[in-house]
């Protein structure tokens, strides 16, 4: 398990067309707000301060692309999910990161982050059956594990599981984090893998 060496903040970007050219792959992040995003990508690239952790609702929702040992992207994309923003930033957001997944031809993979302590949520749910419609390959990722005891999150992510065998025939592959007990750096050997395969 190699170390991210250099991670770099390229740029934020509005829509897809300010996005960097597309010429090495990129793999995206995504969740409900305050899902842990921010902070499981300082963690998995060892730069505490690369994404602005507790983004509030209201502020500019962007594309932010990272570069990653000079080899690929890593995209964080606005979180979903916040009660208090109005729908006409909801439709903003949803057209902008609908046109980005769909759109964005370097795009190998979408990392799809949920809390590992709750059950499948509605918006997460409907995000998953819209990627799975799309064609838009996912896999979960089961954050903050270190708020409840191993066994808890073994039982809750088979429940979880249980609840999405009922609409996919396959289950998506995942990956369990925290930035406490410092899991999910296999997320970047994972990465680094499949852009072997890309090659
Ligand atoms: P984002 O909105 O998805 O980017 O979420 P943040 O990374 O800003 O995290 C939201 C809150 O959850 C913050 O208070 C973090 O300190 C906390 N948090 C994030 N990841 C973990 C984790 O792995 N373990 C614990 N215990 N707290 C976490």
Redesign the pocket.
């Known amino acids: 398990m190699n170390p991210v060496k250099t991670a770099v903040f390229e740029k934020s970007s509005s829509k897809i067309e300010e996005c960097p050219p597309p010429k090495i792959p990129e793999y995206a992040f995504i969740?409900?707000?305050?899902?842990?995003?921010?902070?499981?990508?300082?963690?998995i690239t060892g730069n505490k301060k690369l994404?602005?952790?507790?983004?509030r609702p209201g502020k500019t929702q962007l594309i932010n692309h990272f570069l990653i040992d000079e080899q690929w992207y890593l995209v964080d994309l606005p979180?979903y999910g916040w009660a208090q923003v109005s729908k006409t930033e909801k439709a903003k957001w949803k057209k902008m990161i609908e046109r980005y997944l769909l759109e964005r031809e370097n795009l190998a993979l979408v990392f799809l982050?949920v809390d590992s302590r709750h059950m499948p949520q509605k918006v997460d749910q409907e995000f998953m059956r819209w990627l799975g419609e799309k064609g838009i390959p996912f896999i979960l990722v089961f954050?903050?594990?270190?708020?409840q005891s191993k066994n808890q999150t073994e039982s809750n992510i088979a429940k979880y599981r249980k609840v999405l065998k009922k609409e996919w025939a396959e289950l998506p592959k995942y990956f369990t984090?925290?930035?406490?007990?410092g899991e999910?750096l296999e997320i970047i050997d994972y990465v680094r893998l499949l852009n072997e395969d890309l090659h």
């Open positions: 969740g409900r707000s305050n899902v842990g995003k921010s902070s499981l990508i300082n963690h994404a602005k952790t507790s983004g979180g982050l954050t903050k594990v270190d708020k984090a925290s930035n406490v007990t999910g």
